[in-house]
């Protein structure tokens, strides 16, 4: 069995992180295998499961372009400039993510993403076993066993690469060998996806470039564009009653009728747009989601995990695809970059576990933002101090949407960055109602006392 030659690595994992890094060992001459559960989606159609579609941004787009993938994906996506928050009875606005086109993210097709990057695995010389998913690991004799067309099946490997998600079976088969830390933070809200529908003469039923938010305290439903013209809707909101508060939840909202009477009263300019809107909720499962955190990701030079098998997070930043890519260059670069595995992936886990951990935690952060602030006073008010900020003081005070979104630099600085800037920005607006108010020399000399300039940001 040729997989244990100390030049071939075996993935587990076709989805999103394993195709792309299946793309990016293959292209600088490692022999790649790749094992998935799933059935090959160019022949079977695509059986993902989780959310339609994504917002992909320059972390992501970057690793693409690294793979050389970008343009295939950029054809099929859709362009959002910002939010379009709708207030309850009130007109919709575009918050603007940056300061103009340069700065948007993309809308993709979970899909056609897998898909572009599986052709790529294959074109780069990477061979994919679809149907097979893995069952146990052998770390002794270095032996895999995956389940496929009814039977169990052996292969060799030399080290083991988990792209396996969030409910990993590698993460299980190495915590069999090793402690290795495991926590999940199970959140108390989750999702259901419903679906907009393309208008009678084919085109998008509401503006196509942009993620609309329907914000209501501590539930919303945002919709994505798709580039069938259809927008994806996800309802997010409680699992369960929660203490002193008579919000909806998905307990009490169980049937078409019930999801019909919460859409009348909560987010009715969404009624005429969601034909199939009892059909859909009936239909489509309950999502749920959680924080996942290992204090180890690889074992010697046996085993590392990355993208959701390492650090799965909430999807309110839109950036868990975006920094599973980000891994699969660092990990390629690791161990294009070290003599031997052990030490690769000792360095990768090194380099990216603050990263991820901060990402996560701005993860959680950020869907307050989405489901409470986009419509508050005091936040937008924050927010317009953050504009005027950043063009006074370029390069140095860069808004924390922009560090995260249309930047790459490390997760963990932009975390430390946002904090800062916070602390400017609500002590500068307090018991203010507009930005004539604010005391620019003393918010300018706190920005400089504070900040220092970042490289590449202006
Ligand atoms: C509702 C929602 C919205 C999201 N929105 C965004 C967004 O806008 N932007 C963004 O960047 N991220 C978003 N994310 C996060 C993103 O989906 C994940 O971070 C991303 O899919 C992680 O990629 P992955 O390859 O690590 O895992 P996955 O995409 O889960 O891929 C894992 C693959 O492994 C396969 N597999 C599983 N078990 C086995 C096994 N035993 N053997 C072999 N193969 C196996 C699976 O079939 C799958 O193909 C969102 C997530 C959710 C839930």
Not at 117 to 135: M, P, Q, S, V
Not at 436 to 454: F, H, I, S
Request: aromatic share 6%; charged share 25%.
């Amino acid at each position: 069995m040729t997989s244990t030659d100390p030049e071939s690595l075996t993935i587990i994992g076709a989805g999103l992180a394993g195709a792309l890094l299946a793309t990016l060992l293959a292209q600088r001459g490692w022999r790649v295998e790749v094992f998935e559960r799933r059935g090959d989606p160019r022949l079977h159609g695509y059986a993902g499961g989780r959310s339609i579609n994504l917002a992909l941004a320059e972390r992501g787009l970057h690793a693409l372009r690294a793979a050389d993938a970008d343009r295939a994906v950029l054809d099929q996506a859709v362009m959002m400039r910002g939010r379009m928050v709708h207030p309850l009875g009130g007109e919709p606005s575009l918050q603007r993510y940056g300061r103009d086109d340069s700065e948007v993210i993309w809308s993709v097709s979970r899909g056609e993403l897998n898909i572009t990057l599986i052709n790529a695995a294959e074109a780069a010389g990477a061979t994919l076993h679809f149907d097979r998913g893995l069952e146990s690991v052998d770390f002794e004799a270095r032996t895999i066993s995956c389940r496929g067309d009814g039977r169990s099946h052996v292969h060799a490997f030399h080290a083991l690469l988990g792209c396996d998600g969030a409910g990993s079976t590698l993460r299980a088969q190495m915590a069999m060998r090793q402690d290795l830390g495991e926590r999940t933070e199970w959140l108390d809200h989750g999702y259901k996806e419903l679906e907009i529908p393309p208008a009678p003469d084919g085109g998008f039923r509401i503006e196509p470039n942009a993620l609309h938010i329907w914000p209501r305290g501590r539930y919303m439903c945002i919709a994505l564009p798709n580039d069938e013209r259809t927008f994806t809707v996800t309802l997010f909101m409680a699992l369960h009653a929660e203490a002193g508060s008579d919000d909806p939840h998905f307990d009490s909202v169980t049937t078409g009728a019930d999801a019909r009477a919460l859409f009348e009263r909560d987010f009715p300019d969404t009624l005429p747009l969601i034909p199939a809107l009892e059909e859909d909720f009936e239909a489509n499962p309950i999502g749920s989601l959680a924080t996942l955190r290992l204090d180890r990701w690889h074992l010697g030079g046996d085993a590392v995990l990355l993208g959701d098998a390492a650090h799965a997070m909430v999807p309110f930043h839109g950036q868990g695809m975006n920094c599973a890519f980000e891994d699969c260059v660092a990990l390629a670069d690791c161990i294009e970059g070290h003599d031997d595995l052990a030490s690769a992936f000792a360095a990768f886990e090194a380099g990216r576990k603050p990263d991820a951990t901060a990402i996560q935690d701005m993860a959680l952060e950020n869907y307050i933002e989405m489901r409470d602030l986009v419509d508050d006073p005091n936040f937008l008010l924050q927010q317009a101090l953050e504009r005027k900020l950043q063009a006074r003081h370029p390069g140095r005070f860069v808004p924390h949407y922009s560090m995260v979104t249309f930047m790459r630099i490390p997760y963990a600085v932009a975390l430390e960055r946002s904090n800062v800037q916070r602390g400017i920005l609500v002590d500068a607006t307090r018991g203010l109602d507009s930005l004539e108010q604010v005391d620019w020399p003393a918010v300018d000399a706190e920005v400089e006392r504070k900040l220092t300039p970042l490289t590449g940001a202006d």
